[in-house]
């Protein structure tokens, strides 16, 4: 099965009360553990390619290393830009076989978000390309770029129709308290469920995409401290809150932190108990193997995708 778009995938999602786990690739054990979870369950997925992601691993192997895992799993899966933050990597992305583009114009004034984002939208839809926008502004560390609390911002529920009208996306992330990377509330984990909602009656039937949205799974946290790691204080959503959104609006919930803390853990402990390894087989095979079994979990358990293809 060639790439898809996600069209379809948010159109059941929607209707069906679940969402689409898109999950952040930077090499080919991250790709083989997800695609090997999603296989096995019978998963639609999006697999998500940040500008960090392009130049540690390069465009090319990225793009080749997720055609191999359609030809080995047959499954149907969208190749996204993650954060793309001008009109010149979406358009790269775009001519470079992506079949799903996100161009995040959060940080600009809401005239220049919109200005760029139809930019992108117009040359993405006439190569058959779709678009994910966002409005309002999460906290939190991606790539070189770290957004205080201070300078986080809610999505204005009042913004997103004239947003969507004008831009023309195909979805829309949000900003309801989530925060990319491993350390998301201070104190109680608490989401703005109340703008969602009114997001969700100001666009009805419209894909909403919840971004910084790993678990930051308790266990994989405890194997760093323990194998030598310093974490303290991590936090991340709990999972009955991914499951809330994800019976919402939400179609698609982005998760990056989890893979990086499940690869970490596994290649932690495995030195810990094997120190004389020197074969990057032996420690990157269990770290596929707790990515693969963490992603199932998600499938299953938190999004609730499973059995949808
Ligand atoms: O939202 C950001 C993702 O976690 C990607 O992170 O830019 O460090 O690859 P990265
Ligand atoms: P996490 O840091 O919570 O995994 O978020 C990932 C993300 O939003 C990628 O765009
Ligand atoms: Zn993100």
């Not at 209707?15 to 689409?20: F, K, L, N, S, V």
């Not at 190569?127 to 770290?146: C, I, M, S």
Request: glycine content about 8%.
């Amino acid at each position: 099965m060639p790439l898809v778009t996600s069209t379809e995938m948010f159109k059941k999602a929607y209707e069906g009360g679940y969402a689409i786990g898109a999950f952040n690739v930077n090499n080919m054990e991250i790709i083989q553990g997800i695609t090997e979870a999603a296989k096995e369950e019978r998963a639609p997925l999006i697999l998500q390619v940040s500008a960090g992601a392009r130049k540690y691993a390069n465009h090319t192997y990225l793009l080749k290393l997720v055609e191999a895992a359609l030809i080995e799993t047959d499954l149907p899966i969208v190749l996204h830009l993650d954060h793309g933050e001008d009109f010149e990597i979406c358009k790269a992305c775009i001519d470079g076989g992506f079949t799903s583009v996100m161009i995040d114009g959060s940080k600009h004034s809401f005239e220049e978000n919109i200005r760029i984002t139809r930019q992108v939208v117009e040359y993405a839809h006439d190569h058959g390309v779709v678009v994910e926008g966002e409005l309002g502004r999460l906290a939190g560390v991606e790539d070189d770029v770290k957004v205080s609390e201070e300078e986080s911002a809610y999505t204005r529920p009042e913004e997103v129709e004239e947003f969507v009208a004008r831009t023309g996306v195909d979805s829309l992330a949000i900003a309801i308290g989530t925060s990319h990377g491993a350390y998301k509330f201070k104190g109680e984990p608490r989401l703005r469920f109340d703008i969602l909602e009114e997001i969700q009656r100001r666009l009805p039937g419209f894909p909403i995409v919840l971004h910084g949205a790993s678990s930051v799974v308790p266990e994989f946290v405890e194997m760093i401290n323990k194998y030598g790691g310093n974490m303290p204080g991590a936090q991340g959503v709990p999972e009955e809150m991914l499951r809330k959104a994800a019976s919402m609006a939400v179609c698609k919930i982005n998760i990056d932190s989890d893979l990086r803390l499940a690869m970490t853990a596994t290649i932690r402990k495995h030195f810990a108990e094997h120190p004389g390894d020197f074969d990057p087989r032996q420690y990157l095979k269990p770290a596929r193997e707790a990515i693969k079994a963490m992603v199932k979990h998600k499938i299953v358990n938190v999004l609730g995708c499973n059995n949808k293809i």
